[in-house]
């Protein structure tokens, strides 16, 4: 059976919770039988095609952008192409060009959404892209939610619900680096034994900025692994604060953020608006046995983690509520180690890579059965 997959980014050229998912969905369901292509936009193409993980990657150079939406007129005929000879079209909401691309290719194949977010930032451009999003969204065969409460909350999917089912996101944690002795060590010199991890691009909807109104007058250690387009803005806001106990770390290799996941006290994830839809951060921390601060969002993030089970769920946009979260986790070390462990379980329960792959070829397959 073979897959294409359509998304606006990936590996390598950048690393985000989605391409990561779109990564695991690929290396997952090789073992059961798929092959499995990427095609995507680059800035800066120097191989067209290239292998990650196991299966190519194809891309096509992007020629300008719009609202954080990247356009290739090479991307036209070669999506033709490679959707000819594939079997199932997969692509991720949203990216407004899959939309014209799958309005404009009249490719016969089966097609699926696994739909990441409802759209939340451009109110004027969406006006004008709503047309066109009824329309790829009514034409393609099938839906993918990645919760439950998503599928609950959103307005954009409750039109759809005769055709959308629920596909949690998975994680392989076989497929992380083991931590070494000496990375461990290195950082719990710099840290301390216990400190909190944030994990991910530092982006607008993270909602970052409450953490560090969060940590005011705090003296535990705060690890925000990462970078992003308001990462400056919010460096400028802790030092005027006069918050020194947020490190910021930029991006690291896989090996330092599993160092840092495996001896952090807790994940802090306060991401504030329904751009996050899931949380693949969120998620490793709950592989790694953390427990988990999260918002509640009516989102996946409140999917994984359960407030009082498996962490603690506050308010969005609440610097108030998200301290006297981080306070009660650092004051009751016991009983914020078993919440990690609950939320460990959890993951074991729901969110592995292997049940995910399994559920979406017994999609794939449906969908094929169906022509």
């Known amino acids: 059976m073979k897959v294409l997959h359509f998304y606006k980014t990936y590996f390598p050229d950048t690393i985000g919770g989605l391409e990561q998912s779109i990564n695991q969905i690929a290396r997952g369901t090789a073992s059961l039988g798929v092959s499995t292509e990427v095609l995507t936009l680059s800035p800066a193409v120097v191989d067209r095609t290239i292998e990650v993980d196991g299966h190519l990657v194809h891309r096509c150079r992007s020629n300008f952008e719009i609202a954080s939406t990247p356009f290739s007129a090479a991307a036209f005929l070669r999506f033709r192409q490679m959707a000819r000879k594939a079997d199932i079209i997969h692509f991720h909401f949203p990216y407004p060009f899959a939309d014209i691309l799958h309005l404009t290719s009249q490719i016969k194949k089966p097609t699926l959404i696994t739909y990441h977010s409802d759209i939340i930032k451009q109110k004027r451009l969406l006006k004008l892209y709503k047309p066109i999003k009824q329309r790829f969204l009514s034409s393609v065969d099938h839906i993918v939610a990645t919760s439950p409460n998503y599928l609950a909350s959103s307005h954009v999917l409750s039109r759809f ?211």
């Not at 931590?179 to 719990?188: E, Y």
């Open 161 to 371: 619900k005769h055709k959308t089912s629920i596909i949690p996101l998975g994680l392989d944690k076989a497929s992380y680096p083991e931590a070494s002795a000496d990375k461990l060590n290195f950082w719990r010199k710099r840290f301390g034994p216990r400190f909190f991890l944030f994990v991910g691009v530092i982006r607008y909807y993270k909602g970052l900025h409450i953490l560090v109104d969060a940590a005011r007058n705090s003296d535990y250690p705060i690890v925000i692994l990462g970078a992003g387009p308001v990462e400056a803005e919010l460096k400028a806001r802790a030092a005027k604060l006069g918050i020194n106990n947020i490190h910021f770390l930029g991006f690291l290799p896989d090996e330092d953020k599993v160092a840092l996941l495996e001896l952090c006290c807790a994940v802090v994830f306060p991401s504030h608006l329904r751009s996050e839809a899931f949380g693949i951060s969120l998620l490793e921390g709950a592989m790694y046995g953390k427990p988990l601060i999260s918002s509640e969002i009516g989102t996946g993030t409140t999917y994984i983690n359960i407030d009082k089970e498996t962490g603690i769920v506050v308010p969005p946009s609440e610097p108030a509520a998200l301290r006297q979260a981080m306070d009660f986790l650092w004051n009751n070390p016991e009983e914020a180690a078993t919440m990690g462990q609950r939320a460990e379980a959890r993951y074991w329960k729901l969110f592995t890579a292997e049940q995910m792959a399994e559920s979406y070829v017994a999609l794939y397959k449906e969908l094929l059965g169906r022509r």
